[in-house]
C-alpha cells in the first residue's frame, strides 16, 4: 500500500488508457472504498452505475460539452463509473433540510469521487472525474429513476499517459489564520 501523501500528490486525472481490462477484483477494491466514504449522517445517498457496454459508453459520451478533454476517455475507458445521489437524503432530517445549503449529496458525491480515484492510483489503476455534460441526457441514457440524480462520470483503466502535474495554490494562499 503506498504512502498516503504520496497517492494524494501523484493521483492525476487521466484521459487516455490502454485496453487492458479492469479485473473484477479491481473494480471491488475500488468500490469498497467508495463503501468506506463517510457522508451525512451516514446516509450513503449514493448509487453507482457500473457501465462496460460500448454502446452505453458511446451514449454516454455524446452527452458531453463539446470540447470536453474527456471525450475519448469515456469509450476508450473499459469501465464507466456514474455516480448518482438519492435526492432529499444528505443534509436533511425527517424530510426536511437542516441547513442553508439544502440538499448535501453534492458534497457526498465529491468526498466518494476522491475515494474512487485515490483508491484506483493505489492499485495502478487511472481515472478523471467527469462532470461538464448533459447530466439529463446522461441519466436518460441509463434509465436513472425519478428522485435520484446522475452527477459525474468516472472513466476508469489502466493509464496511457503520465500528465503533467497542474499546479496547486500554496498553503498559505488559501487558508488564514484564527480569523479570515
Ligand atoms: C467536479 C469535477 C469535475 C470535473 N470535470 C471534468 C470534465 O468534465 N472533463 C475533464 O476533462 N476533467 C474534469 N475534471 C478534472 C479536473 O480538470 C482536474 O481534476 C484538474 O484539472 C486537476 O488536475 P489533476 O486531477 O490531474 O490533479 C473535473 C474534476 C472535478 C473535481
Redesign the pocket.
Known amino acids: 500500500m503506498a504512502d498516503f501523501m504520496e497517492l494524494v500528490r501523484t493521483?492525476?486525472?487521466i484521459?487516455k488508457f490502454t485496453e487492458e481490462e479492469v479485473t473484477s477484483e479491481q473494480l471491488n477494491t475500488v468500490l469498497e472504498a467508495a463503501r468506506w466514504t463517510p457522508s451525512w449522517a451516514n446516509t450513503q445517498c449514493w448509487e453507482i452505475i457500473s457501465v462496460t457496454r460500448q454502446d452505453l459508453k458511446e451514449s454516454l459520451q455524446q452527452t458531453?460539452?463539446k470540447g470536453?478533454?474527456?471525450s475519448k476517455?469515456l469509450v476508450q475507458a473499459p469501465v464507466v463509473l456514474v455516480l448518482c445521489g438519492r435526492l432529499k437524503t444528505a443534509g436533511y432530517y425527517k424530510g426536511e433540510v437542516t441547513t442553508k445549503f439544502g440538499d448535501w449529496f453534492l458534497f457526498d458525491l465529491?468526498l466518494v469521487?476522491q475515494s474512487i480515484c485515490l483508491a484506483a492510483h493505489s492499485i495502478g489503476l487511472g481515472s478523471?472525474?467527469?462532470?461538464?455534460?448533459d447530466h439529463d441526457g446522461a441519466a436518460r441514457v441509463l434509465d436513472v429513476p425519478e428522485g435520484n440524480e446522475l452527477v459525474?462520470l468516472i472513466p476508469l483503466g489502466h493509464p496511457a499517459q503520465e500528465?503533467k502535474?497542474?499546479e496547486r495554490r500554496s498553503i498559505e494562499d488559501f487558508t488564514h489564520s484564527e480569523t479570515w
Open positions: 493521483r492525476r486525472s484521459r458531453l460539452v470536453n478533454p474527456a476517455a465529491g469521487s478523471v472525474i467527469v462532470g461538464l455534460f459525474a500528465p502535474t497542474p
